[in-house]
């Protein structure tokens, strides 16, 4: 296959053990949460397994229980997106590199909850960087974060503060916003789109990043109501160079939720790609599984990391 962007031989060891096949979340994606798990008394619940179908809630209990249990995972799935070591998802490890590589970036995180997914993104890129695995070009970074518990907000504020001077020192300049968010509240939805444009006009990369959704849109059977609304910011993030990611755990019911979410995005969009309804080949760019290990932060453990990826491009106007 065509060389990488990040060559899998460069991926640093802050980021892989290549002799164990292991992923290692980084330094500074951990000082953040550890503060916040030591300062709330999380350390022993973070060190139990999280009950089987545990997916969170909007108050301070439920998040809590989420950041000590799943926080790690979201990272780590979100890391093996990004780097790709055993080279299942090539492409889509070039496409964070290729739209991270320098100028300005508008990244979407949605729903964000306390920040798993923009901070591995962010913690990544400062690793990439520092190890000369990806050029050291200015890059500007504007993080929207949409979210509807008061209280992930606030952890995910509290770590991208910690996160945005260290940042500095490998050229990445950030700025964050959080909303609330409701994937079934048109307002709230409204308010996002109009941030995102208006922010847009000025970070012309644009990154739509989607994880850990399925449980809520399909356990919850709220995909009906939330379908406008992921349709509404789907239609708002396009841009020249534009994408979205949405990722998600290896469960039984995410390959049944990904064909629908294709059918729905093909039918909404395919006219911009000059295809009807049934065909991916245009609108669905790269698409596919991928697992590793994780080495545990706070114990002698390494967990299972199961990933499925989709990525869709999201062009300004219909190709010829």
């Known amino acids: 296959m065509p060389n990488r962007l990040i060559p899998t031989t460069k991926i640093p060891k802050s980021l892989w053990n290549n002799k164990l096949k292991k992923l290692k979340l980084p330094e500074l994606l951990l000082q953040p949460w550890l503060h916040i798990i030591s300062r709330e008394s999380l350390e022993a619940l973070a060190k139990e397994r999280a009950p089987k179908g545990f ?13 000590a249990w799943r926080y790690t995972g979201s990272c780590a799935r979100v890391l093996l997106s ?6 299942e998802l090539s492409t889509i490890a070039d496409t964070y590199a290729s739209i991270f590589s320098g100028g300005k970036v508008l990244l979407i995180d949605i729903p ?3 920040g798993a997914a ?3 993104v962010l913690s990544a890129l400062y690793e990439l960087r520092k190890h000369n695995v990806l050029p050291r070009l200015p890059l500007e970074i504007f993080v929207l974060s949409g979210e509807i518990s008061d209280f992930a907000r606030g952890y995910n504020d509290e770590q991208l503060a910690h996160l945005i001077p260290l940042l500095e020192e490998q050229a990445i300049w950030v700025k964050s916003e959080s909303l609330y968010w409701d ?3 048109k307002l709230s939805t409204a308010d996002l789109t109009k941030r995102a444009i208006l922010i847009g006009d000025e970070y012309p990369n644009k990154l739509l990043l989607l994880s850990n959704f399925s449980g809520f849109l399909e356990h919850s059977g709220k995909w009906k109501e939330a379908q406008q609304q992921i349709e509404n910011i789907f239609l708002h993030s396009r841009d020249i160079n534009s994408y979205a990611l949405w ?7 995410v390959p049944r939720f990904i064909q629908r979410l294709v059918g729905f995005f093909n039918k909404a969009f395919g006219a911009l790609f000059g295809n009807d309804s049934s065909d991916t080949s245009s609108t669905i760019h790269a698409y596919g599984t991928a697992q590793s290990k994780c080495q545990h932060p706070l114990k002698d453990y390494a967990f299972d990391v199961r990933l499925t990826v989709v990525r869709f ?8």
């Open 183 to 185: 994937v079934t509240c």
């Open 118 to 120: 923009a901070i591995s």
């Open 247 to 253: 990722l998600e755990p290896q469960r039984k019911t």
């Open 112 to 114: 964000s909850g306390s």
């Open 313 to 320: 491009e999201l062009p300004v106007s219909k190709k010829s």
């Open 55 to 67: 997916e969170g809630g909007v108050s301070k209990i439920d998040t809590d229980r989420h950041l």
């Open 82 to 87: 990004i780097l790709a070591p055993n080279k």
